[in-house]
């Protein structure tokens, strides 16, 4: 990968901007790979990276059937944090944070990781404990995590409203100091060019439309671009996930939800770090831009649209301005909508998958994007060897018929 000097910069500036690199090959797709990864979200782009990185398997393709980073990858308010509360997820989730704090020099492209903190807050009784527990889960498990009380909470993001005659009285909240947010469609690009400097063919405006089976295995893919060989296949799909397993002839336990966010118009800097309230349905950060970056639960009307209904624009602005009564006059630019897929249990599903060498990642629902490094990392682990990387290993499709299930829909701090 080339990288540039200052003196590149200006000559560039002053001619035009004509000698940039591509940021990656737009690859022509090849008759046969060893690997291929079905989706070009972060979550397929990292696992074509560490595959081509650490295993030594470079003959990949990654098919993505729009852009790359155009499905949730650069749909989402970017939270990155790892306050799970099973052991099994706080392991995942923060073996991702480590990840992220050495992304932008391992990708030699900047991703804008900034731990400003993530405040969850606690409104009623029952979140004050469920928060308290949680703080002592996470300890327990090597992962920062702090109580704050009401005055803390006030100390460390001042524009709160935690006075006595706020709608919701904040009684607490849980802080983790390491957690903040990234720039998604950098994750996106970075993870793209990186593995195209490993030799993977990064192919866009290719859609998968079948996969060709024979007995247990596929031995190839169908796309609007023509048939694909493959060795082994990936699928990092998200919410279109039940939709490739049915297509390789197996059912998924998740559901397609739409979840939307919006922005404001960019202001100067007022908030420096993410609060997010379970109780109230709403969150917000602001992103370097300048603009509030606000989300809510799930909605209800379900649909593959990419786009949310206004009653839940209604509600979130209502929680928001309760918590922040000094945003009412702010104005909101644009809102959007992702596809989510949900799992029973709000936890991941890595793995294998009723056929030999199809392997799934999916099921990240409303939370997968803090994950993106370590879930690439693990799933191509899981690929090149045939068998879960240890941290993925929990996470396999079999727990639904085993019974063992990792309930995270309390730290998944999004409704649904
Ligand atoms: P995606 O980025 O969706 O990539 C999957 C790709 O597969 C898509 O690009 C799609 O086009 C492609 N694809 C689908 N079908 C086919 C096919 N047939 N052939 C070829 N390609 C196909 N998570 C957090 O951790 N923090 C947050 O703050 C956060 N906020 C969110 C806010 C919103 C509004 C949304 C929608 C999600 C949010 N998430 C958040 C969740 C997070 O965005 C996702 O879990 C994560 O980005 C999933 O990444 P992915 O790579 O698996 O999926
Ligand atoms: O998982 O932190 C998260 C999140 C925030 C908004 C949507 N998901």
């Known amino acids: 990968m080339r990288r540039y000097s200052v003196l590149a910069l200006l000559r560039e500036s002053l001619t035009g901007h004509r000698g940039w690199e591509r940021a990656w090959e737009d690859a022509t797709p090849k008759s046969e790979y060893d690997v291929v990864i079905i989706g070009g979200g972060g979550h397929g782009l990292a696992t074509a990276y560490y595959l081509a990185g650490q295993h030594g398997i470079t003959n990949i393709a990654v098919l993505e059937k729009g852009w790359i980073g155009g499905g949730n990858t650069g749909r989402n308010t970017t939270i990155v944090r790892s306050n799970y509360l099973w052991d099994e997820s706080a392991r995942l989730y923060d073996h991702a944070v480590k990840l992220w704090e050495g992304l932008t020099d391992d990708l030699n492209y900047n991703v804008m990781f900034s731990q400003r903190g993530v405040l969850n807050l606690a409104h009623t009784l029952g979140d004050v404990r469920e928060g308290q527990r949680r703080v002592n889960a996470l300890q327990l498990n090597g992962v920062d995590s702090e109580w704050l009380d009401t005055a803390a909470v006030k100390r460390f993001c001042p524009p709160l409203d935690v006075g006595a005659h706020a709608r919701y009285p904040v009684l607490g909240g849980t802080l983790q100091r390491r957690a903040g947010t990234a720039r998604h469609d950098a994750v996106a690009w970075g993870y793209a060019r990186a593995a195209s400097a490993r030799g993977v063919d990064i192919i866009q405006n290719c859609e998968v439309t079948g996969l060709v089976r024979d007995g247990a295995r596929v031995t190839a893919i169908d796309t609007s671009r023509g048939r694909i060989r493959a060795g082994k296949v990936g699928m990092a799909v998200a919410g279109h996930s039940s939709v490739l397993a049915d297509m390789a002839g197996f059912r998924l336990p998740v559901e397609s939800h739409t979840l939307q966010a919006l922005v404001s118009e960019p202001i100067k800097p007022v908030l420096d770090c993410v609060v997010m309230s379970n109780a ?39 929680a928001l301005l309760a918590l922040f009564p000094s945003f009412s006059r702010l104005r909101m630019l644009r809102s959007w909508g992702g596809t989510v897929d949900i799992s029973p249990d709000a936890s991941p599903i890595i793995g294998r998958t009723p056929i030999d060498n199809l392997y799934i990642n999916c099921g990240w629902g409303t939370g ?32 639904f018929t085993s019974g063992r299930l990792i309930d995270e829909h309390g730290a998944a701090a999004v409704a649904h």
């Not at 490094?373 to 240890?390: L, N």
Request: charged content about 15%; hydrophobic content about 40%; aromatic content about 10%.
């Open 280 to 318: 109230v349905h709403v969150y917000v950060s602001q992103s370097d831009k300048g603009e509030l970056v606000i989300g809510a639960g799930i909605d209800e009307y379900l649909s593959y649209a990419q786009r949310g209904s206004f009653p839940v624009i209604e509600h979130q602005m209502g």
């Open 368 to 399: 997968g994007f803090k994950a993106t490094p370590g879930s690439g990392h693990v799933f191509a682990h899981t690929i090149a060897r045939g068998e879960p990387h240890p941290l993925a290993a929990p996470f396999a499709l079999d727990r």
